[in-house]
Structure formats: C-alpha cells, structure tokens
C-alpha cells in the first residue's frame, strides 16, 4: 500500500514546503486540481525538479482533449495523470495510449460515476494503471465515505491498482487499511494538521504495519 500526499490549497512555496516536511513518508505527491488552476503545470514541474525521487501525479481530472492533456502534464514532469471515469472511452484510451508512449501512468478518479461497478470493469479493461474511488469535498460535507465503493471496484477490478481519496483522516485510516487499496490518498488529514510530519510519520507507520 503506498501513500499519496493531497496538496490542494496551497500555493507553489508553500508546497514545496510541504513536501519538504513530510517526504520521508509519502510515495507520491499530488498536485491538486486546485494547485493547477492556479498556478499551472508550473506547479507540477517545479515539484518534480525539486523532489525527484518523489513520484509526482497531476490532478488534471481530464474530461476532454485527453491525449494533448497527458502529454503536456507529461513534459511538466508528472508521473501518473488522472482523468474523470465519466469521461469518454475515446478519452480515457487516448490517455492511455499517450501515457504510455511517454512511460507515464494513468489514474482513473471515479468522482460522480453512479454506475459504479459495470464502469470501474469497462475501464479496467482500457488498460488504465489506477482505479480510485473518491468522495468529493461537497459529498465528505454531507457525511459521506468511499469506503463501500472500494469494496465494490475491489470486487471487479482484475488489472489496474485500487486506489481511495476524501476525507482520510489519522481516525479514519484503520478502516481503510482493512479494506486494502493500493493506494491511499491524503490530503486535509496531513495538510490541516498542526504538525504534518507526525501525522504522516504516524500514517505511514499504520500502512506498513498493515501490510
Ligand atoms: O482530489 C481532491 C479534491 O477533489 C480537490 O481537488 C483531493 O485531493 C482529495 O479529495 C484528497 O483530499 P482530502 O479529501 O483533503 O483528503
């Protein structure tokens, strides 16, 4: 199981600082669609020259033009790209295709699929890397969890990598070790903490001691 660190509402400095207290105990830092809009793939590039031995991922969330949208994530240095499961098929086999090309990978985040099971199978078969159920700030707002979800594209993902996002807190995270992702994503549970590095020393030891 490996842990990706959410950066979303932060600007460049203050991520590259981020990072810099937290690096011993994430395997991926994600630069959120938030960072994006902001501050561009500037965000991303600038992560990635800083941090090289850190694996980077762009939340592009790609709806559209997927090919041309992985590749420039791509020569900005990310390592995985994400795009929407509602998107097209065309799309996410265009994303599949270029990430490939350019030896990047693929996350799909299946933010808002309501038919979650026939979907998470249809682009399992697509060739995707990842396959991340997500509860969205707006729904985390209301209650919600993608703890079930998990448990359903668990049952039916056979190639791509599981993966989980919203809301994991320190208090959350024994539950969501039992149910075994591949990958965890974490943001507000390490970003919004008073010390960020214990919080992540601490999830980095109940993964590995859940493994
Ligand atoms: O993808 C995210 C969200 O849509 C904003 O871009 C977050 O990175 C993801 O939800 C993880 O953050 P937390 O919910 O704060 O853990």
Known sequence: MELQLA???VNIPEAKKLVKEVE???DIVEIGTP???NEGLRAVKEIKQEFPHLKVL???KIMDAAAYEVMKASEA???IITILGVAEDLSIKGAVEEAKKQGKKILVDMIGVKNLEERAKEVDEF???YICVHTGYDLQAVGKNSLEDLATIKRVVKNAKTAI????K???LPEVIKAKPDLIIVGGGITGQEDKRAAAAEMKKMIQQGE
Request: hydrophobic share 50%; net charge negative.
């Open 7 to 9: 950066l979303d509402l």
């Open 24 to 26: 011993e105990y994430v």
């Open 35 to 37: 960072v994006i809009i």
């Open 58 to 60: 762009a939340d592009l």
């Open 77 to 79: 240095g990310a390592d």
């Open 127 to 129: 060739g995707v890397d």
């Open 165 to 168: 996002a919203g809301g994991i």
């Open 170 to 172: 320190l208090n959350t």
